[in-house]
């Protein structure tokens, strides 16, 4: 089992920017997929960002197209969500996932890991 530990999130006001970062331990493979989710109060969690950890397939929320990058660094072992243009309704708590076998895009249920949760305030 890979343990996942986010980092980075806090309060920004709108039109600012973070970059999460999420640090696994144990071994990821090039077809492992990494994906970050968040849940607001009363909401569903709902999907974001995906990346195969070679890098061959990124995924994006039609929500966060163009404001949001995902990425990985092989070395580190860690992901990263850059968020840039934050809107009030970006405000969640941020989780990674990892599914380690490939087969997860966009729903919660593929994805067999899960890390902490980092909370993201965007203030109007």
């Known amino acids: 089992q890979v343990q996942l530990v986010e980092s980075g999130g806090g309060l920004v006001q709108a039109g600012g920017s973070l970059r999460l970062s999420c640090a696994a331990s144990g071994r990821i493979f090039d077809h492992s997929t990494m994906g970050w989710f968040r849940q607001a109060p009363g909401k569903e969690r709902e999907f974001v960002a995906a990346i195969r950890w070679s890098g061959s397939s990124i995924y994006y929320a039609d929500s966060v197209k163009g404001r949001f990058t995902i990425s990985r660094d092989n070395a580190k072992n860690t992901g990263y969500l850059q968020m840039n243009s934050l809107k009030p309704e970006d405000t969640a708590v941020y989780y990674c996932?990892?599914?380690?076998?490939?087969?997860?895009?966009?729903?919660?249920?593929?994805?067999?890991?899960w890390g902490q949760g980092t909370q993201v305030t965007v203030s109007s």
């Open positions: 996932a990892l599914d380690l076998w490939g087969r997860a895009t966009d729903a919660p249920g593929e994805y067999g890991s």
